[in-house]
């Protein structure tokens, strides 16, 4: 039998050109001179194209795709002869026009698999195997009422030389594994309309050229875990319009060639330290020293002492000016007569007595009250504590939760690659929160397969098959099994 797959040149070296013209052509004629037809899927059947009667449903290719993106479409019922009108090349490609009830399509088909097919449903399926290009030379318009997913796996550019509108009537997710870089030469204007969220689980900058303005209507908290630098070059204005108070733990200092406290009333407490200078002065109502008279529990005054010992009793008392209340002769005692004089009975004061002192207006600075004003007072040291344990941290990072493997929530095949390892598969840290999200099942460990039982009887019974399957001759049919 002539056939241009048999290798017709071939077989007429080797069997003759006598032999092969002759053997296998129907005596009847009808035969092609060529060898090129009937095709070998032709061989002892009639030549009515396959896929015209339904033996053979051609199909567009379908490849490639995305493990979140569902590219199947809904079977395609076979044709039914005479419906479908089938016109196929030498080399493969086909166009159909069906119309079998119930699967009318038309198709036109590349020998490669691209081509475009008009499904029965109404669906239109597009396929290439290699580069596409469409070019528009006007308008062009796309109206999409269901769902759609567009997966490129390669880059992705767009260029729009006019504006960019986007009008999002939901949500927008963005997500990206690599680097961001936004570059706007212009204006950039963000509204949120309700609250915002920025998470940064690394370092952050921000370079402003000219003026920063932050205008907050509501409170303004800064958590602050580690230290913070402020360095101005120019000047500093805190003002507050209520109350402003800072604290410090360990240590407060603020330093300046000039520096102006003030204030209609005004404490400065402490154990310990110095107040005043060389050339200062210091003006106020009264001035107490620590209890206990003199000796190292008094008060030391150094230099001259200018003013007027208002509680002397007379001048031979002038050395215990501290001790008298009053004294009627404490303006003369730098004159006092030499030689005894009978001392002058004291004159008592209403409501005051001798030798007590007059308490002054604020407690006195003794180590009780400073340690109570530190410690307990609405004005003393507050303690600041930020994300205790990193618990806070923790949680951002994910580092905990997925054993330092992730430090983000990780997708199902980011989590199957890592568990081709054996050590992440016995990290209980990382295996027990997937579990508990409920992203990994509680038998991963078990390798056997499920049981599933037999697929047929175990009859040994042996039934060939009557049907026919294809086209052959009952002579060439197959033979089908079952058990």
Known sequence: MTNK???????????GEGREISEGVPREGF?????????RDHFFGTSINKAARGERINKLYNGGGDHNVSVELADQKPSEFPYNQVNETQSGHSIEIDDTPGGERILIKHKSGAGVEFRSDGSVLYASKNKRVDIVGGDNTVVIEGEADLVYNGNLNI???????????GNINVKTSGDMTESIHRSHTVEVVENQNTTVKGDKGVK???MNTNTVLGDNNQLIKGKQRNYVEGDVELTSGNKLITTAVNEWAASA??????????????????IGGEFMDHYGKAFSGPPGGTGLGGTTFYG???????????????????????????????????GPSKPKIPKIYPMVMPYVTIPPTA?????????????????????????????????????????????????????RSKMRDKSNRNNSEFTGNLIAEGRLSNK???????KIGRTNSNSNKIRFGETILGNNPPENRSKRFLV
């Open 444 to 450: 991963f460990r078990d390798t056997r397969p499920k």
């Open 31 to 39: 035969a092609d001179p060529t060898g090129e037809f009937p095709a």
């Open 304 to 338: 001259s002492l200018i003013g007027k010992a208002t509680e002397s009793i007379t001048s031979l008392y002038a050395n215990r000016a501290g001790y008298t209340p009053f004294s009627e002769f404490a303006t003369t005692a730098g004159s006092a007569p030499t």
């Open 208 to 210: 402003v050229l000219g």
């Open 257 to 274: 060639l000039t520096v102006n406290i003030s204030g209609f009333t005004a404490s400065v407490m402490g154990f310990r330290g110095t």
């Open 159 to 169: 260029k729009v030389t006019g504006d960019y509108n986007l009008d999002v009537g």
């Open 5 to 15: 797959v048999d290798n017709l040149t071939k077989r007429l070296t080797t069997l």
């Open 363 to 415: 407690p006195m600075p003794i180590a009780p009250v400073v340690t109570t004003h530190l410690y307990t007072g609405n004005y003393g040291i507050r303690e600041v504590e930020v994300d205790k344990d990193d618990k806070l941290k923790k949680q951002i990072l994910k580092t905990d939760e997925y054993g330092d493997l992730f430090n983000y929530i990780p997708t199902i095949h980011e989590i």
